[in-house]
């Protein structure tokens, strides 16, 4: 037995009607109370009828009614207030306050499910399930859970918004640089946008060639010996900006091309946001008056210097092939950056005309394609935009891989 499921079992009312204290008085629940996910006890604020005495406070859940003792609990003062101890088992004769043993007090069924589903040797535990589920039963699980991965992603950009001095611009930036790796070099293009801060490149957005060199100078791509004219310009830029700037240079060895497409090399993607930063300055003020997907998107409509439409690499020229953002990239870029900066921008302004509007770009976009969502295509589970597929991802990884089923109204719907 884990304490997981007993919660899963207060929370949701599946224990039998007929309960009783392990002293004998009856105990009606009138409200569960409200999970806790910080210290202190599981459930607070539960109004629980004991006898003949309406109780309101909190309730600690424990798999033996020992486990109160081996906490430590009734030395700390946060569980002065719990009315009633819910266990599996009560093993001790020590009992501070009144408790409830639920052994024999529910469905064996569902906990013989749940350990089905914690065994599972499948892909996802629910495998064999998750197609019957109700259309109407999933698709609302789909919209709290989307809403779950903006919540985390509205965490992760307010913490970069403090970082960066509440510099919206900068922290969108960041975003989409680290976008720009295509989850290979995700880690090479965030660590750059640390090196080379968003605040320095503006000084020089009207001047294509020094923002160039920065760029690949301040990634480690000019460490070297060139012939062609381009790279030798850049050299001679970046050695006058290093010093203008005491700009670090990162090792070569963070960048990654083993089993990348030319197109999505980290030189490519480099020039292309070096054309971003010069013809989109103040993106996200354009973000903010821009009304469909299409004048979002041509937002990243940029053309890169010349030299990269006939090179993938420095000194290694390829046939001639134009540069730009591909539509897959783009899309990556505006799922991944810009609806959550969008969206935490909304929050923050309390503006919820642009929350609904990053949730809409969501909603007209075509879903991801990726082997997590043909995966889940392969069960039946089918998703007809960005936002559903985005929720398939956040289900995916926060609990599916963590085998959090008792959390997911999949479970409950199976039963």
């Given amino acids: 037995m884990k304490e997981d499921?007993?919660?899963?079992?207060?929370?949701?009312?599946?224990?039998s009607k007929d309960l009783a204290t392990v002293d004998g008085e009856s105990v009606y629940v009138v409200s569960v109370g409200v999970r806790n996910y910080d210290s202190g006890p599981d459930f607070i604020d539960a109004h629980i009828r004991i006898g003949n005495?309406?109780?309101?406070?909190?309730?600690?859940?424990?798999?033996?009614?020992?486990?109160?003792?081996?906490?430590?609990?009734?030395?700390?003062?946060?569980?002065?207030?719990?009315?009633?101890h819910v266990v599996y088992s009560c093993d001790t004769e020590r009992l501070a306050i009144p408790t409830l043993e639920i052994k024999g007090k529910f469905d064996e069924d569902i906990y013989a499910k749940y350990n089905v589903f914690l065994k599972s040797r499948q892909w996802i535990p629910c495998e064999r399930i998750i197609a019957g589920i109700q259309q109407f039963t999933w698709l609302s699980w789909l919209e709290r859970v989307v809403v779950e991965?903006?919540?985390?992603?509205?965490?992760?950009?307010?913490?970069?918004?403090?970082a960066n001095g509440y510099d919206w611009e900068e922290t969108l930036y960041q975003r989409i640089m680290h976008y720009c790796g295509l989850k290979i070099n995700n880690d090479a293009f965030e660590r750059l946008a640390s090196l080379l801060p968003l605040k320095i490149l503006r000084k020089h957005f009207d001047n294509p060639l020094q923002v160039e060199a920065m760029f690949f100078g301040c990634a480690g791509f000019l460490e070297r010996e060139f012939t062609e004219s381009y790279p030798v310009l850049l050299q001679r830029e970046f050695k006058m900006l290093k010093s203008k700037f005491d700009l670090t240079v990162m090792p070569m060895a963070y960048w990654k091309f083993l089993r990348l497409r030319p197109p999505n090399f980290p030189t490519i993607r480099l020039a292309q946001m070096a054309a971003m930063v010069c013809?989109?300055?103040?993106?996200?003020?354009?973000?903010?008056?821009?009304?469909?997907?299409?004048?979002?998107?041509?937002?990243f409509n940029v053309e890169v210097n010349e030299y990269w439409n006939t090179h993938f690499l420095f000194e290694k020229p390829s046939k001639e092939v134009k540069k730009n953002l591909g539509a897959t990239a783009v899309d990556v870029l505006i799922i991944n950056a810009v609806v959550p900066v969008l969206f935490s921008y909304g929050i923050y302004h309390d503006n919820q005309e642009l929350k609904n509007r990053s949730l809409e770009i969501l909603n007209v976009m075509e879903p991801e394609?990726?082997?997590?969502?043909?995966?889940?295509g392969e069960l039946g589970v089918n998703v007809c935009n960005a936002q559903q597929s985005q929720a398939l991802l956040h289900l995916y990884s926060c609990y599916c891989k963590k085998r959090n089923c008792l959390k997911c109204r999949v479970f409950g719907a199976s039963r």
């Fill in 5 to 15: 499921f007993i919660y899963y079992l207060w929370e949701n009312k599946l224990l």
């Fill in 53 to 84: 005495t309406l109780w309101v406070g909190h309730v600690e859940i424990h798999v033996n009614a020992s486990d109160w003792f081996r906490h430590g609990h009734q030395y700390d003062d946060a569980y002065n207030n719990v009315i009633l």
């Fill in 149 to 162: 991965r903006l919540e985390a992603e509205v965490k992760d950009v307010f913490s970069k918004l403090v």
């Fill in 279 to 299: 013809t989109c300055n103040n993106m996200l003020s354009k973000l903010q008056t821009v009304k469909d997907l299409d004048a979002v998107r041509n937002l």
């Fill in 369 to 376: 394609d990726n082997a997590i969502i043909r995966k889940f």
